[in-house]
């Protein structure tokens, strides 16, 4: 395919259209990316989470520029689940971003959950894979940390920093028991507010507790709206990046994410066949008779079932 080519060389508006390609159907996604595989695997992927109104899109921007000024291609994929594509903050995303959309080495894809055929973590993936392919040297997923798919997202990442600000409060109880432990670095961003000095004690002392011995999560102050923090920031996210990679973890994470993703893709085709086979006969109505009959209990019926579809 010639858009496959332009994609591969580095051309924008290729890998657009191959995303897009990629969203609306199912098909063509698995031609193309059966195709681009063999080009996946070099991209550093790092997911910005944290509540919303946390300054995600404003840190990342900043995360991109710093990138960029050393000569970095970057692929951002923003999602928001809580906003259509055309209003919100998707919409104030893209404005804050636009200058960096213009320039040749930034590519930039805001979704929504809207349209996204097979789940909104499937495709984002697949959108990774298409970034990777055409040689951005990072890749950055900004998600909104609250619901179990923006987890799922995020944790497509190598490294996920977690954006905190100050005044969250008794948030930080709450957040902590669900996303707190996939952070890799914390960011405290808004530090020029009241209150971030506290903020970033109390989720030190809260990674004292909770971190493993092996590696213990970096908090770094940052201000995104005012440049603050950013270089720090980006040097702590290389430095977790050498850890996976001298570590072995990297490796590790990508063949137990590999392991899921087949797993996933086998479930998904057995399904199918299941359900097909279910339906097709009216069998399930006359065996659900018997088990309410009591002349069958609904293991048989399983194992009667499975029987049949494996021959
Ligand atoms: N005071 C202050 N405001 C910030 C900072 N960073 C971002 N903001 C503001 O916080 C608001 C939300 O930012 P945004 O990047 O859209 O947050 P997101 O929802 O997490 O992506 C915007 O009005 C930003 O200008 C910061 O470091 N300090
Ligand atoms: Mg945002």
Redesign the pocket.
């Known amino acids: 395919m010639e858009l496959i080519q332009q994609m591969l060389s580095g051309e924008k508006r290729a890998c657009a259209r191959l995303i897009t390609s990629v969203e609306n159907n199912p098909e063509e996604a698995e031609k193309i990316l059966r195709k681009i595989y063999k080009f996946t695997g070099n991209a550093s992927i790092i997911g910005i989470t944290?509540?919303?109104?946390?300054?995600?899109?404003?840190?990342?921007?900043k995360i991109v520029k710093s990138l960029v000024g050393e000569g970095k291609k970057v692929g951002i994929i923003a999602v928001?689940p809580t906003s259509p594509y055309s209003g919100g903050?998707i919409l104030?995303?893209r404005i804050?971003m636009q200058d960096l959309a213009l320039n040749p080495k930034v590519f930039i894809r805001s979704m929504g959950t809207r349209g996204q055929l097979g789940g909104l973590s499937k495709y984002t993936k697949n959108a990774l894979k298409i970034l990777d392919a055409a040689g951005y040297d990072y890749i950055i997923i900004?998600t909104?940390g609250v619901g179990q798919s923006e987890v799922d997202i995020v944790k497509a990442a190598d490294t996920i920093v977690m954006?905190m600000v100050p005044g969250l409060g008794d948030d930080i109880q709450s957040i902590k028991a669900g996303i707190m432990e996939i952070g890799d670095i914390f960011a405290i961003?808004?530090?020029?507010?009241f209150g971030a000095d506290r903020t970033a004690t109390e989720v030190n002392m809260m990674l004292d507790l909770a971190a493993s011995v092996e590696r213990r999560p970096p908090v770094v102050k940052?201000?995104?709206?005012?440049n603050?923090g950013i270089d720090e920031l980006v040097t702590e996210i290389k430095k977790h990046i050498d850890y996976l990679k001298d570590s072995g973890k990297l490796e590790e994470r990508r063949r137990s994410n590999m392991e899921l993703e087949i797993t996933e893709l086998i479930e998904y085709e057995l399904k199918k066949i299941v359900i097909s086979n279910i339906t097709s006969e009216n069998k399930l109505k006359s065996e659900v008779d018997k088990v309410i009959n009591k002349e069958k209990n609904m293991y048989e019926v399983r194992d009667e079932f499975l029987k049949t579809i494996k021959e």
């Open positions: 944290g509540p919303p109104g946390a300054g995600k899109s404003t840190l990342t921007d928001d903050s104030g995303d804050r900004e909104v954006v961003n808004k530090s020029d507010l940052v201000t995104a709206s005012k603050e």
